[in-house]
């Protein structure tokens, strides 16, 4: 054993065997304070045995069949490795068809006419004893089909049949493993390496699936070609069926390989060391996991903590030792031993008892100087036991140190987070504990910083012409600083042409080798820095028109300082092309996670060619830069070497965590999981912990692979619990990660609210309130209240209809809510419902509430018919919503004059049982507007409107009439009265007998005319004589002819049967006879045609002028011309002979005539 040293040194060089020293070491080192173990460590000796004698028969083999070459080499320590060669020691060569197994034997699965060889030898390489072992060669003979029927033709006769089958396909088959099954077991952390070997022809290709899973990403590797699945860092998480598919055109073979895997133990949490003070109490944690979950055993000192000395302030439970007022004699060594069949740990925990008052190991009035707004710490190193409480002072006679600007550390830092000039002075450190207090003082100086209050600015010079570069600075007066120029990140030339004054640099006679970019740089004790400018030289004028471009890439990228977290970027600018480079992108390719991937890392000012970049562990790092100006940006440079960090522990935890549960009795923990990079390392897992909240639980604790979302199951219903998720990778965890509230599933609330009341507030809004349900029924998170209500009849109709309920949502903890849109004078119901994010709970009982009576819609219709000289009818429909009991009907109506004014208002009241009405002693041709409504016990409702005209008085006005000639279909009435109504009466007589139609229209209001009188006029007079002459001409054609005729059956009717509408035109003097309408009963309706019921018999008359014409339609002219015209239609006369003609209506003949 080396001196001063647990080193022990076994030195078999000089003579001895190592078999003689093979055997389990362990190291054992004490004091007075207690004794550590070691680890055991087992000592064995290499073994490379030889191979073992056998003879070896000839391998002889039909083309296409499959060959499998044994190696079984001999068992060595550490076993060798497997390699076929021939007996040149060129290796063989292997592919698809032929490969070597992770046993070492060689698979052929087919074999071909150029296997035929003598010499595969198997080799193996015994690495710790650097020596080889070759097995005797095998020889393999492959028979083709040609040469195996020429064989067989010569040894048989003519008669006889033979030949051999020629090579035929076959599907897969397994030569490894053997079976459609087999099992795996592996330890958590190990490669997994799992094989499939199959024969067959054409050569089968294998695939690999995981039965009910998706192979790990980043781990899996094919090897082998396909034949070996390997998956690195196995997990737990891996275990599961894997199957292998070897396929060809024929078919496939299948084997499924169960996996299961297990793990040594592996820690949780490690005990750690424990300084107590005497009377203290204190727990040592020993913690570990594995597969199966290993045995927790304490040791004392290396002596089995069931034999050691006993201690009463000791107590073992589980994984956990219990300290309670120790004393000064509990001072051990404590060894926690976590085994299972895979392994054990073993680790040392030191538990000191000690007394010690307060020490503080900073030197006392140390100087702390700092720039302003820049952070100041200040030491305050301390030892003690029981560990002493920190104190901070300012001053002499200052108070304790508190709030937000100041940061206590554990280690007794006091951390200014911005040091202002104020925070300059005497600061006072005070350490104490039971056994006694001290003090230490520091000294804090804040100082300004230091600017450049003037910065050297961008200049283009020509050449042989004088430039000068400002940096003007600003500092600190108990700072010294000293003014650095740079070129190019690089010394000013030595040449005379460069002066450099207090505050500038001044460059002589420039040339075209000055061009660049020169910096100034200020730096003090305390900090630094530095401004740039670039130097552009151009030629002398003239100057040719400059072209302007993108910069060309920037080249020679470099990479200096390589740290853990940081490497110094350098690169040369392209050409600018004439545009002055602005800036310089950054970017980075992480080659072992997304090769080809170029992500954005920072970007800095034109003037600047180097960076320091901060760097991810565990990343394959390769840079490039952008260069950028006015004109855009340049091509990408040429990558930089490569630059792989090395692993490290997760710097942060996954994101979003939540826990929400699915069902009732399970908590689902969701998170969103690390990027690639920022796993830090391999084998990125998460440890998820879980506890319930409010509850003196221990936390839960399990590790999952990389994945997002874990279900705790056989919770309680709806129960907060704190959870956290913490990354880990195969170099530990990430820090510790922050607690978030979670809850289990919810399910829906159990009763239903109670002291549901209505408040009716009118007759369509109604005011509800209810009870809240206690929140421990809710079982969830409270969303609100829903009303469910419905209207179950009305009270003015005792027909039912189909129930339509209607839903209101109130969120929140409301307890009362308001329903709107109610109909009047209704029963209702409703009920009220708790919801939280399961659902809705059951209902309350239905509350039955009524509104009262509101004032009714209008009525349904209004129609005014049977119009004569002084009454008109008016009918009408109840009210579609009477919204209460009808009291009775308001009618209201007033005249409308010539100039549409409104005359005098009359109204009457209608009993509410009544649906017509006659209005008496009405004005003659006059028009009346009518305004109705209903009446409930509240008030009147809406009302609608209408219009209507009595017709005229036929006995008080003489009939005019005009002679018109029969080929015409229109004429000008002319001298009419503005705004009164008149009958128009057409007839016509010819071969066919008389007929005659009729109409009633209304005149315009008076309008003011600026037009000359067209009437008035020489010229029309006279036009109007020349026409009167031709039609009176027409007409004595038309009587002479109809003499000739004699007389018609239609004439006789005529003569025979008067009608006593219809009078025949008097030959003498050719006018209409006297026209009377005894039964105009049809109503004026308003926008629409008023008809006139004319009822013909058909034994009076067959004929009418509506057979020949439109007379329903027709209208007037904007000219007042009639522009009715003879269709020559005739429609088959009803039963009865009843023929019905309607005039157009007078409102719009009044709209058409002026």
Request: glycine content about 8%; some cysteine; aromatic content about 8%.
């Amino acid at each position: 054993m080396k001196p001063n040293s647990g080193t022990l040194v076994i030195n078999i060089m000089n003579g001895g065997k190592a078999e003689a020293y093979e055997g389990v070491y362990q190291c054992t080192a004490r004091n007075e304070r207690g004794a550590a173990i070691s680890n055991n460590i087992v000592i064995r000796p290499s073994r490379s045995p030889l191979w073992t004698k056998e003879k070896l028969e000839p391998n002889q083999v039909r083309e296409g069949d499959s060959l499998v070459l044994h190696c079984r080499p001999p068992v060595g320590l550490p076993p060798p490795i497997i390699f076929w060669m021939d007996n040149a020691f060129q290796r063989l060569p292997q592919s698809e068809r032929v490969s070597q197994g992770l046993n070492g034997d060689l698979y052929f699965s087919n074999v071909q006419p150029e296997d035929t060889r003598e010499d595969y030898i198997c080799y193996a390489r015994f690495n710790h004893t650097q020596t080889i072992q070759q097995k005797q060669p095998i020889s393999v003979k492959v028979f083709s089909m040609d040469s195996l029927n020429d064989t067989i033709a010569a040894n048989l006769s003519d008669t006889d049949i033979y030949g051999a089958k020629p090579v035929t396909e076959r599907q897969p088959i397994l030569l490894t493993p053997t079976g459609s099954t087999s099992t795996k077991v592996e330890l958590r952390g190990n490669v997994l390496l799992l094989e499939c070997i199959a024969a067959g022809l054409p050569t089968p290709v294998i695939r690999w699936i995981k039965e009910g899973g998706e192979l790990p990403a980043n781990r899996t590797f094919f090897e082998n070609f396909k034949k070996t699945l390997k998956i690195v860092d196995v997990s737990e998480a891996d275990s599961g069926n894997y199957k292998c598919i070897a396929r060809n055109i024929l078919g496939s073979a299948h084997h499924v390989i169960s996996v299961t895997v297990k793990a040594a133990p592996y820690w949780i949490t490690a005990p750690r060391n424990l300084v107590l003070s005497p009377g203290e109490d204190g727990t040592l944690i020993c913690r570990a996991n594995g597969n199966p979950k290993p045995n927790i055993s304490w040791l004392a000192n290396g002596v089995p903590i069931a034999i050691a000395p006993e201690d009463p302030s000791r107590k073992v439970d589980g994984d956990t030792i219990i300290f309670s007022h120790v004393q000064e004699r509990s001072s051990a060594v404590y060894q926690c031993n976590a085994s299972n069949e895979y392994g054990y740990l073993l680790a040392n925990a030191f538990v000191n008892v000690l007394a010690e008052p307060p020490r503080i190991l900073t030197p006392a009035n140390k100087l702390y100087q700092v720039i302003a707004d820049s952070p100041a710490l200040l030491d305050c190193a301390y030892f003690g036991s029981p560990k002493p409480e920190i104190e901070w002072f300012k001053g002499v006679k200052g108070s304790i140190l508190s709030g937000s600007e100041y940061v206590f550390h554990d280690n007794g830092t006091l951390e200014i987070p911005v040091a202002q000039k104020d925070s300059t002075g005497t600061y006072t450190c005070v350490a104490r504990n039971e056994l006694g207090k001290i003090q230490n003082e520091v000294q804090l100086e804040v100082k300004d910083p230091t600017m450049i209050i003037k910065q050297p600015e961008y200049k283009v010079i020509q050449r042989y012409g004088q430039v000068s570069f400002e940096c003007i600075i600003k500092h600190d007066s108990t700072l010294l600083p000293t003014v650095i120029w740079l070129k190019d990140n690089d010394e000013l030339p030595d040449d005379e042409r460069f002066l450099v004054g207090k505050d500038n640099l001044t460059i002589m006679n420039v040339t075209d080798k000055d061009d660049g970019t020169y910096t100034c740089i200020v730096n003090t004790t305390l900090d630094s820095v530095s401004a740039s400018a670039v130097l552009t030289v151009v030629a002398a004028p003239p100057t040719p028109a400059i072209i302007y471009a993108r910069p060309n890439p920037p080249f020679d990228l470099e990479l200096t300082g390589q740290l853990e977290r940081s490497v110094e970027l350098s690169w040369i600018p392209g050409d600018e092309n004439n545009s002055p480079i602005t800036n310089f992108v950054i970017e980075y390719e992480d080659g072992l996670h997304e090769p080809g991937v170029w992500h954005y890392q920072t970007e800095v000012p034109g003037t600047q060619t180097t960076v320091q970049l901060k760097l991810s562990p565990y990343v394959n790092y390769s840079f490039r830069v952008i260069a950028v100006n006015e004109i855009g940006r340049s091509q990408p440079s040429e990558p930089s070497e490569q630059y792989l960090t090395k692993s490290a522990n997760p710097d942060e935890n996954p994101s979003n965590v939540q826990g929400i549960g699915s069902e009732p009795d399970n908590l689902v923990i969701t998170w969103e999981s690390l990027k690639g990079f920022q796993s830090n390392g391999p084998g990125l897992q998460y440890k998820v912990s879980w506890r319930q909240k409010d509850v003196d639980d221990e936390w839960t604790s399990v590790i999952v692979a990389n994945v997002s979302k874990y279900i705790v199951s056989g919770t309680p219903t709806f129960v907060p619990y704190e959870i956290k998720v913490q990354a880990l990778n195969d170099l530990g965890y990430a820090p510790e990660p922050s607690e978030v509230i979670g809850h289990s599933g919810e399910d829906l609330p159990m009763v239903a609210p109670g002291n549901v009341q209505v408040h009716v507030i009118n007759s369509t809004l109604a005011k509800v309130h209810w009870d809240p349900v206690p929140l421990k029924t809710v079982r969830g998170h409270l969303q609100g209240y829903k009303v469910y209500y419905w209207k179950v009849q009305s009270l003015s109709r005792r027909s039912r209809r189909h129930v339509e309920k209607k839903i209101l949502t109130f969120r929140g903890n409301k307890t009362f809510g308001m329903l709107p849109g109610l109909e009047p004078y209704s029963s209702y119901k409703l009920n009220v419902r708790v919801v939280n994010g399961k659902g809705e709970g059951p209902a309350s009982p239905d509350k039955v509430f009524k509104t009262p009576e509101g004032v009714p819609s209008s009525p349904s219709f209004l129609k005014i018919t049977n119009p004569t000289l002084d009454s008109l009818t008016l009918e009408w429909g109840s009210p579609t919503h009477p919204n209460g009991v009808l009291t009775s009907y308001i009618l209201k109506f007033q005249p409308i004059n010539n100039t549409h004014e409104l005359g005098p208002l009359v109204e009457i009241r209608i009993p509410a049982n009544e649906s017509s009405l006659i209005l008496k002693n009405l004005n003659y041709s006059t028009r009346y507007k009518f305004y109705f409504n209903a009446q409930t016990s509240v008030g009147s409702g809406s009302q609608i409107t209408e219009e209507a005209v009595t017709i005229m008085d036929e006995g008080k006005e003489d009939w005019k009439k005009e002679i018109v000639n029969g080929s015409r279909s229109f004429f000008v009435l002319k001298g009419l009265t503005p705004g009164t109504a008149y009958k128009v009466r057409v007839g016509a007589e010819g071969l066919s007998g008389f007929r005659s139609s009729e109409d009633v229209f209304e005149t315009g209001p008076a309008m003011a005319s600026r037009q000359v009188d067209i009437a008035t006029q020489g010229w029309f007079i006279g036009l109007m004589c020349a026409v009167a002459l031709l039609i009176l001409i027409l007409l004595i054609v038309c009587f002479i002819r109809r003499n000739k005729g004699g007389k018609y059956p239609v004439k006789e009717k005529e003569d025979a049967h008067a009608d006593p509408e219809i009078q025949p035109m008097k030959e003498d003097d050719g006018t209409f006879g006297e026209y009377s309408d005894a039964e105009d009963h049809k109503p004026l309706k308003k926008g629409s045609r008023t008809p006139s019921d004319r009822t013909v018999k058909k034994e009076d008359s067959d004929d009418s002028l509506v057979d020949y014409g439109e007379g329903v339609n027709g209208q007037f002219n904007e000219d007042g011309s009639f522009i009715g015209q003879y269709s020559g239609k005739k429609e088959k006369e009803p039963a009865e002979g009843n023929e019905s003609s309607e005039a157009p209506s007078p409102v719009n003949a009044m709209n058409s005539f002026v």
